[in-house]
Nanobody
Framework: QIQLAESGGDSVLPGESLRLSCAVS????????MSWFRQLPGGEREGVAA????????YYAEFVRGRFTVSRDSTKKTLYLQMKNLKPEDTGMYYCAAKRDSCPSWDYPSRYSTWGQGTQVTVSS
C-alpha cells in the first residue's frame, strides 16, 4: 500500500518559483509511475508531470515543459515538482499520484489508484 502526502503549496507572485514535495510511504517495489496532477478552479484534473520508478524517465504536459521539473529522491522517498516562472493560470490544487505500472498514458487520472490530499498553489499579483 502506497501513501502520499503533498506539501509546499503557497501564494506567490507571477514569475516566482516554488517547489512542491510529495512524501511517499509504503511499498515501492516493482514498477511504479509517480505523477503530479493539478486541478484548476472550475476545471478537470490534468496531468502535469510524471517519473518512472525505477528508471527515472520523465514526462511533461506541453503547457509546463521548460518551466517545471519532476524529480525523486529515492533515499528520502520524496517526489518533487520544481516550478519556475509561475503564471496566474498555474493557480490550482496540485496532487501527487501513483500507479503500479509504467508511465505511458500517465496523464489519465482515472488510471491512478493512489492520491495525496493536495496542496494549493496560488499565483497572483
Amino acid at each position: 500500500q502506497i501513501q502520499l502526502a503533498e506539501s509546499g503549496g503557497d501564494s506567490v507572485l507571477p514569475g516566482e518559483s516554488l517547489r512542491l514535495s510529495c512524501a511517499v510511504s509504503g511499498d515501492l517495489n516493482g514498477r511504479v509511475c509517480m505523477s503530479w496532477f493539478r486541478q484548476l478552479p472550475g476545471g478537470e484534473r490534468e496531468g502535469v508531470a510524471a517519473i518512472t520508478v525505477p528508471g527515472g524517465s520523465m514526462y511533461y504536459a506541453e503547457f509546463v515543459r521548460g518551466r517545471f521539473t519532476v524529480s525523486r529522491d529515492s533515499t528520502k522517498k520524496t517526489l518533487y515538482l520544481q516550478m519556475k516562472n509561475l503564471k496566474p493560470e498555474d493557480t490550482g490544487m496540485y496532487y501527487c499520484a501513483a500507479k503500479r505500472d509504467s508511465c505511458p498514458s500517465w496523464d489519465y487520472p482515472s488510471r491512478y489508484s493512489t492520491w495525496g490530499q493536495g496542496t494549493q498553489v496560488t499565483v497572483s499579483s
